[in-house]
């Protein structure tokens, strides 16, 4: 099979598989020297590991509004930083080309397994707030809109799927044709969009997650 | 809400648009033809999920350009012209409002 | 002018809209040229290694980063609290002391004041007492001295008379040569002296 590097007994592992673990290792480390004996006059690495988390707090907060961006922070953020990473992953030199290297949202089953975790984050969180009173918004605004809403719930995660998968792997293969065509100039130019659209994908995943989340969890004042 | 989160918002709303929409008609036609080949019914299934599908589309470009379709009566609002062109109007305004600062020509 | 500028915006945000979207068309066709040789296939253990990669990135976040740094946030966020309530507090306390302060001063100011009002009535009134006293004495003297005088004077014309009585009477006998009792010579002379005299002094 293609894009396997090697087998753990049946199970085979992937070159996105191994470049996951690299950038989990990178982000576990950041945040673990960040986050080791933390004062509370922050220097250095820590300043970094809580300016991150504190900026997406913030910026989340203006969405949910600070007591659920609070509780939804965690997901959010991990999705924020580890597609940021998996993005800017591509613009290393020898991505695609190295074994065992290869941007993981550039595979379509690894941002559909993102947004299968926000599809289950979304019901889990909606049932969680509002108990068996969620599933009324299958029937909202009336009951003939039952179809339309069960298809919505398909097409969303299959709409952030194809989203992310079809920009990263597109600037990927424009990025592999162009090394190949020019290896200069060109290029270059290319990786400067492309620094652009991978922190633009990043966030427009994570907004998309944080308002399906926020809207599934959103406290209606009148029932 | 500060700006800037107003700012990323629509910029997730432009690019999610596009792409729900897609997502939303593929759905559609890979669920009827599944449904077809499983019961035999071509093409009558699929035809349904299509437009079941380009509905939904509808709805979700809707509802991101405006709101959530909470009750009936924003149905019937969303299909009536004259509200809409109110909406686009005010929606607009609201445009003009947080762009205000940032253009020269004010 | 406004016309012009919202016109200039909507076309902005439309241009740009437009702008991102068919870039994104752009960088997605050639995955819509490759994905129109068929649908491909998803892989199982692809997703699977995936969700697991992310939950146990979740969770190592959790532990290294959200917790602790959530908790800081909270921590500092606790502490400014505490501290601006703490300020607030002193504020207060140095706002009541300068009260007390001020009181006080205000108080002393009063005190002063009267205790120079009083010193300055008994200092009033002794300075009454003494020159009612001075005058007292003074016009006690006065009378004293004019008494003296007085008497002073009484004597010697006493003694005038007395003796212009004799030095009549020497003068008479030598005159009249005889003599007569010099209790008589006496009382005709003062009589007469007494009345010389009244109308001379």
Sequence with gaps: MQGVLFHIGPVPVYNITVTSWVIMAILALLFYFGTRNMKRIPSGIQNVAEAIVEGLLNFFSGVLGEKRARLYTPLLATFFLFILLCNYSGLVPGAGMVHGFQPPTSDWNVTGALAIVVFFATHYYGIKVHGIGYFKHFVTPFAAFLPLNLLEEVARPLSLTLRLFGNIFAEETILFFLLGMAPFLVPVAMMGLSVLLGAIQALVFTILATSYIGAATEEHESH | MAKDSWNTKALGKALAMATNMAAALAVGYFLGAFLDKRFGTAPWLTLTFFLLGTATGLKMMYETAFGKLEKPEDVRKAVNLKDNLAKMKELREQLKKNQGPTDPES | ?201
């Design chain 3, 1 to 201: 002018m406004i016309k012009r500028g919202w016109l200039a915006r909507v076309r902005q945000t439309v241009g740009g809209v437009v702008a991102l979207s068919s870039l994104q068309l752009i960088l997605a066709s050639p995955v819509l040229a490759s994905e129109a040789h068929g649908v491909p296939a998803i892989e199982a253990y692809k997703v699977m290694w995936a969700i697991i990669n992310f939950l146990f990135l979740l969770a190592i976040l959790y532990k290294f980063a959200y917790n602790p740094i959530l908790k800081m946030l909270d921590d500092r966020k606790n502490t400014i609290e505490s501290s601006l309530r703490h300020a607030e507090e002193i504020r207060v306390d140095i706002e009541r002391m300068k009260q007390e302060a001020q009181q006080n001063l205000m108080d002393s100011r009063k005190e002063a004041q009267e205790i120079v009002a009083r010193a300055q009535q008994i200092g009033e009134e002794t300075k009454a007492e003494l020159i009612a006293k001075a005058k007292e004495e003074a016009a006690n003297e006065r009378a004293r001295a004019v008494a003296e005088i007085e008497s002073a004077k009484e004597k010697a014309v006493n003694e005038l008379r007395d003796q212009a009585a004799t030095l009549a009477i020497l003068a008479a006998e030598k005159v009249l040569g005889k003599a007569i009792t010099i209790e008589d010579h006496q009382k005709m002379v003062k009589d007469f002296v007494n009345e010389v005299g009244d109308r001379l002094c």
